[in-house]
C-alpha cells in the first residue's frame, strides 16, 4: 500500500439516499477533483463551495471552469457541494477534498469512475483512518475508537468511543508509561556511568517502584470486565416453566408485542429473541420455551434450546409464579442458577399480596451471602416492578465497576491482552529484584513491559497488526 499516493472512495454506505459523498485524499486531490466540477468561487480552505458536477471533457484539462452556474460546454450531471481542506488541517493531514452530491449510486461511481481514469486510486478499508494515524494526527487507539465509534448501537457506546477518540485511554497509559520510562532509564545509567559513580538503586526501592507501575495497570485490567460488556453487550436468557409469564415479561421489556402471550402453557416453542438497550448496554433478550416433561418433539426441542440458551447466556431471569406453589421445575432452575449470574422474578405479584410459596428457602436464606440470586417482584399485566427489575439487571451489568469513571478503560481484547503481558513482565522484573538477578537481566523483562503498552497506542508495533486492525474498517473511513 502506497501511502503517498492520491486516493478515492465513496464515504457514505451503499445504496440509494439524500446525501452522497466522494473523498479524495493526497497530493493530487484538488488537482483530480477539479475538472470535474464547475465552481462560482475557487475552492478555499475548510469552506464549502457550491458548485456543478460536470461530465468533464479531456479539453478542460486539469482546472476547473469557473463560470456562472449553466455556461460552460459540459454537460451537467448533478449541483454539489464541495468542501477542500489543505494539508496538514485535514483528517488524515493531506491534501482532502469532498464532494456531497445527491446520494444516487449512478452518479457517485461515475464520479470514482473518473477519478480512476485519471491515476487515482481506489482506497482500502480504513485507509483514510491509516493515513492520519500513520500522519502522527491520532494514535492506535483513537483510531479503533473511531470503528468502535461508527459500530456502536447505543447511545452509551458512542459516549464511550467518542471518549476513546479523544485520547482518554492514551491520557491513562501515558504516566504508567513515564513511570516504566523513568525506572529503566535510572538502572541504564547505573549500568552504563558505572565508573562514574552514579548510584544504584537499591533492591527496595526498584520493587517500590515496579509496585507504582503495577497497581495501576491492574486496576485498568480490571476495568475490562466492565468495557467488554459496554462494547459487546451481553445475553440475557429469560427461562421458567409453562405459562409463569416468560413472554409477557419479555414483551415488557422489549416494550412491544414481540413475543406470542396465550392462556395456553407451552406456547412458545422455540427461541425468541430481540436486543434492547438498558442503561446504554445492548443486551440480547432471548425468551425461551417453558421447561416441563414435554408432551411431544417439537415442545422436547424447544426445552431443548432453553437448556442451552441457559448454558450460554451471561445473565438469566429464573421466572417464577407467585401466585402458585413452588413446582420441582422451579427448584431446578434455582439450583441450577447457583453462583451463576442470575435474578429470580417473582412474576404475577398482582394475583396474590404476599411472597407465599416462592419465598426464599432456609438454605437459600442461609447461603445468601454465598451467592444466591437477588429477587424482583413483578406483574407483566400491570407494569409493576418492570423498572426494579431494570434496574437489578443494570446492577448485574455494571456490578463494581458501575462506580468506575466512564473514560480510560478498556473496551478491547487487543488492549486487554497487551495489559496482561505487560502486567506478566512486571510479575517477571519483581522475582528477578527478589533473587538478586543482575541490572542487566531485569532490564529485559522491564523492557518486555514496556512494549505492550506502547504496541496499544501503535508507538510500536507491527504491518500485520495494523492491516488486521483496518481492514475491519469501512471503506471510505
Known sequence: MNLDDTIVAIATPPGRGGIGVIRFAG????????????????LEPSRATFAELIDSDEHLGTAALVCPAGQGSASRIDEVVVTYFAKPHSYTTDDIVEISAHGSPVVLHHVVELALARGVRLAEPGEFTMRAFLNGRIDLTQAEAVRDLIDSQTLYQARIAAQQLEGALSRRLQPIKQKLVELIATLEAGIDF??????????????????????????????????????????????????????????????????????????????????????????????????????????????????????DADLILIVLDSSQPLAEEDQQLLNQAHGRPAIVVENKCDLTNHVGTVEPSSADRNSAEKGAPPRVRTSATTGEGILALRNEILRHVGGEAAIHSETGFLTNLRHQERVLDSLTALAASKTGVATKVPHEMLLLDLYSALRPLDEITGATTTDDILNLIFSTFCIGK
Open 27 to 42: 497530493p493530487d486531490a484538488k488537482k483530480i477533483a477539479l475538472p470535474m466540477l464547475r465552481l462560482k468561487h475557487d
Open 194 to 311: 558505572a565508573e562514574d559513580d552514579i548510584s544504584t538503586l537499591p533492591a527496595e526501592q526498584i520493587l517500590q517502584r515496579i509496585t507504582t507501575v503495577r497497581a495501576p495497570l491492574e486496576d485498568l485490567a480490571a476495568s475490562f470486565a466492565y468495557g467488554k460488556i459496554v462494547h459487546q453487550g451481553l445475553t440475557l436468557a429469560i427461562v421458567g416453566r409453562p405459562n409463569v409469564g416468560k413472554s409477557s415479561l419479555f414483551n415488557c421489556l422489549v416494550e412491544r408485542d414481540r413475543a406470542i402471550v396465550t392462556p395456553t402453557p407451552g406456547t412458545t416453542r422455540d427461541l425468541v429473541s430481540e436486543t434492547v438497550a438498558i442503561g446504554g448496554i445492548p443486551i440480547q433478550l432471548v425468551d425461551t420455551a417453558g421447561i416441563r416433561s414435554a408432551l411431544d418433539e417439537a415442545e422436547s426441542i424447544g426445552i431443548r434450546k432453553s437448556m442451552e440458551a441457559l448454558a
